[in-house]
């Protein structure tokens, strides 16, 4: 079982707020994601690191910046939320050998 | 272009009976192959995986899933659905070359009494 935490795990705050969602593993894995998730659709990949101080945009534009300083830590920041940032976002990590991705269990954002 | 296909969106069954939901993938090579589900406000918990050998898999929660390389398929299966099973199941690629992952859109299972 793999061991990656999200907090919070719910979150209502005002627009215009800067926000810092966090993600941890404590596996050791190199390579985190984090996805935007809207309910009933499918995930898209925001942002990915391959390991400390790499990051990478991903198929989503997004508003938000991540940053990589520790190889555990992978946290998402919006220096200024908006009502369209609202939506679920999820953290994963991948281990190499073998191929696998596990996932937190959400940061559920409402901006209003 | 590449694509992970669920083309179910939404599934209903009854408890006890048997499931299939369907996955096809469009990448070159075999890619690794996955299955997760997700309960409501949870993220995704892994089913299975296929990376080689074998093309039938096993997960937990009883689930199995069929590897069928003429078919760029990769089907999750159920002999008998327990209505804890209702959830949004998710089949995801990695690619041989690459670090990404892809996802379908989901399939979500109801299972009635």
């Known amino acids: 079982e793999a061991d990656i935490y999200q907090t919070p795990r719910y979150l209502v705050i005002g627009t215009g707020k800067k926000i810092t969602l966090e993600c941890s593993q404590t596996m050791g894995h190199d390579k985190m994601y984090w996805y935007q998730q809207d309910p009933g659709m499918e995930l898209h990949l925001i942002h990915y690191?391959?390991?400390?101080?790499?990051?990478e945009k991903g198929d989503l534009s997004s508003e938000s910046t991540v940053s990589r300083i520790r190889t555990e830590h992978f946290p998402l920041t919006l220096e200024s939320a908006r009502p369209s940032h609202t939506s679920q976002y999820l953290c994963?990590?991948?281990?190499?050998?073998?191929?696998?991705?596990?996932f937190g269990p959400g940061t559920r954002l409402t901006v209003l | 272009a590449q694509s992970v296909t669920q083309p179910d969106i939404h599934i209903t069954v009854s408890e006890g009976a048997s499931l299939e939901l369907r996955c096809n993938y469009s990448y070159g090579a075999t890619p690794y192959l996955f299955w997760y589900v997700q309960s409501p406000g949870q993220g995704l918990q892994l089913l299975l995986k296929?990376?080689?050998?074998?093309?039938l898999v096993q997960g937990i929660k009883g689930f199995e899933a069929e590897f069928k390389r003429s078919q760029s398929s990769f089907n999750l299966r159920k002999p008998s659905v327990h209505w804890s099973d209702a959830a949004e199941y998710f089949c995801a690629v990695r690619p041989n070359t690459g670090n990404q992952f892809y996802f379908g859109t989901g399939t979500s299972l109801t299972v009635i009494p």
């Open positions: 994963a990590s991948s281990e190499e050998a073998p191929v696998t991705q596990y």
């Open positions: 296929y990376f080689s050998g074998d093309t």
């Open positions: 690191s391959y390991g400390v101080n790499s990051t």
